[in-house]
């Protein structure tokens, strides 16, 4: 149980277009979503923290505007990076919370990686 | 805020040794949980042992275990009878136990078990 899964798994765009990304819990509901970004060989940097039907909090330094998070639904986050740039090229991970009764757990998808040509 | 440090930016061990892994961290909050993640080439986030700091003694999960040392701000990871399939990069995670529940990661430990 508790799996999250991430589409795409990999992802090429050209510059200057928009790309989703979607973290879907399949088999429990998520309270709270997270998106964190990974250069390589570096820690998870949290971007935003989403709650279903609410506005998405955003880390400070990351871009709102850029970064378009939307949890539609308790098992549904997508992420939106709008009019990329080859310096948006990461590693993208979505980690789903089912609350307290999971003993804090947060459950990872298996990422994205985006590449901006 | 709370920060999490990790000041060995890469280990190795042989296979079957003991190997531990530091992990210290900065925080003014008296609940909260501390976390072991792997997460070895494919990427995906593994949680390997979580710890309660309300609680004392320390928690185990087969062959890893931790030394957590509240008052020093401290939770280890040692890993007994190391495989080749733990070679990995390790995160410790804290969590404050209300609020957002956000994880604040360490900057990681790569560990290369060798045959």
């Known amino acids: 149980g508790a799996v999250v899964s991430q589409h795409p798994s990999w992802v090429i765009c050209k510059s200057g277009t928009s790309v989703k990304i979607e973290c879907r819990s399949l088999?429990?509901?998520?309270?709270?979503m997270f998106w964190y970004r990974q250069f390589p060989k570096q820690s998870l940097m949290l971007m935003a923290t989403?709650?279903?039907?609410?506005?998405?909090?955003?880390e400070q330094g990351v871009e709102k505007d850029k970064f378009l998070i939307n949890h539609a639904s308790l098992t549904l986050s997508t992420l939106t990076v709008t009019s990329a740039h080859p310096e948006d090229s990461s590693f993208y991970i979505c980690?789903?919370?089912?609350?307290?009764?999971?003993?804090?757990?947060?459950?990872f998808g298996p990422g994205t990686r985006l590449t901006v040509t | 805020a709370q920060t999490v440090t990790q000041s060995q930016p890469e280990m190795s061990v042989q296979e079957a040794e003991t190997v531990t892994l530091s992990c210290t961290y900065d925080?003014?909050?008296?609940?909260?949980?501390l976390f072991w993640y792997k997460q070895p080439p494919s990427r995906q986030m593994i949680l390997v042992i979580r710890?309660?700091?309300?609680?004392?003694q320390n928690a185990t999960e087969n062959r890893f275990s931790v030394n957590f040392q509240k008052a020093a701000k401290s939770f280890s990871l040692k890993i007994s009878d190391s495989q080749l399939g733990d070679t990995a990069m390790y995160f410790c995670?804290?969590?404050?136990?209300?609020?957002?529940?956000?994880?604040?990661f360490g900057k990681g430990t790569k560990l290369t078990v060798n045959p």
């Open positions: 980690s789903a919370y089912p609350g307290q009764g999971s003993s804090y757990e947060q459950y």
């Open positions: 088999d429990f509901q998520a309270t709270t």
């Open positions: 989403s709650n279903e039907g609410s506005k998405a909090t955003y």
């Open positions: 925080t003014s909050e008296s609940n909260y949980y």
């Open positions: 710890q309660e700091a309300y609680k004392q």
């Open positions: 995670a804290f969590m404050k136990r209300s609020g957002s529940e956000k994880l604040v």
